[in-house]
């Protein structure tokens, strides 16, 4: 027995198990009266309990340290440890089944890992269904550096021109990237997206077949956007879809704590870099145009 509540439960066991009074039962168990009789004098952590199971309830998807930067957001001077006892005490945790690895037997050249925003992009597709049966497609772009989601669009489907617009469409705010990590669909294959690539000067970075690992952020990302949003909903048109989708990038955006970029929001952590870029050297900027002849 280490904890001094631990120690009071097994004082007042005795007293009642073996009919003594509560000196011979502290004596016996070795528990000083003055445990015994401790009264705690720190203020009630209710409300913040309360809060805690609040936020945890809005947004099932969050750990505590997601929710440690929400209630630091909203002015509680707390520390992750506190939550994080709090959070275990109200049974709040979060299970989750991992996958074991399986280790390659061929070694991989690893990629360069990209050292500013709008260096790498990567790019997927994502499946869902309506209420009424009909297929859902979501193309999902991000930049791989800054965690940031860049275009998040619902469609019955795509085509590789329709692709190629939507990233032209990106590059009108932003540079277009050296290179872009997609799979082997046969949207990212097509004519139409290669010429684009080509005439952008943006290279097309294709995985190996079989290989998801090697397209990481973007398959990591869709399975948070399955999580938080695709199964928190049940869509009946594609504009609902749409209009959901869109508030939940920009959520996700400006709004939600990255772990891997140290509980900040994707849109923040951008800023810093893009600051960061302009400090040391200009930045050549090339904006995506449409394809050309």
Not at 1 to 12: F, H, T, W
Not at 92 to 108: G, P
Request: charged letters at 30%; one cysteine or more.
């Amino acid at each position: 027995m280490v904890r001094p509540a631990d120690r009071r439960r097994v004082a007042e066991w005795a007293g009642v198990a073996y009919q003594v009074s509560e000196r011979r039962a502290c004596t016996a168990v070795g528990v000083a009266r003055s445990t015994l009789r401790y009264k705690s004098r720190k203020p009630s952590q209710e409300p913040l309990r309360r809060r805690l199971r609040e936020l945890a309830g809005v947004r099932t998807y969050a750990g505590y340290r997601s929710l440690h930067t929400y209630l630091r957001r909203e002015g509680w001077q707390i520390n992750h440890k506190r939550v994080y006892r709090l959070y275990s005490e109200e049974g709040l945790a979060l299970r989750r089944k991992k996958r074991r690895r399986r280790r390659s037997v061929v070694a991989r050249r690893a990629r360069p890992e990209p050292t500013g925003a709008n260096q790498y992009w990567s790019m997927d597709f994502m499946h869902d269904a309506l209420a009424n049966g009909r297929t859902l497609r979501i193309f999902t772009l991000i930049d791989v550096h800054t965690r940031e989601c860049l275009a998040l669009r619902p469609a019955t489907g795509f085509s590789g021109a329709a692709v190629a617009q939507i990233l032209a469409d990106v590059g009108v705010e932003r540079p277009l990237p050296q290179r872009i990590l997609v799979d082997n669909g046969t949207e990212f294959t097509s004519k139409a997206l290669d010429a684009w690539a080509y005439w952008n000067q943006v290279k097309l970075d294709f995985s190996r077949r079989g290989k998801p690992g090697d397209n990481a952020h973007i398959e990591a990302f869709n399975s948070l956007v399955r999580r938080e949003c695709l199964s928190q909903h049940w869509f009946t048109t594609f504009e609902e879809a749409r209009g959901t989708l869109e508030t939940w990038k920009e959520e996700y955006n400006n709004d939600r704590p990255h772990g891997s970029l140290e509980q900040m929001t994707p849109a923040r952590y951008r800023a810093g870099v893009i600051t960061a870029q302009d400090r040391d050297e200009p930045e050549t900027r090339r904006s995506g145009g449409s394809e050309k002849g």
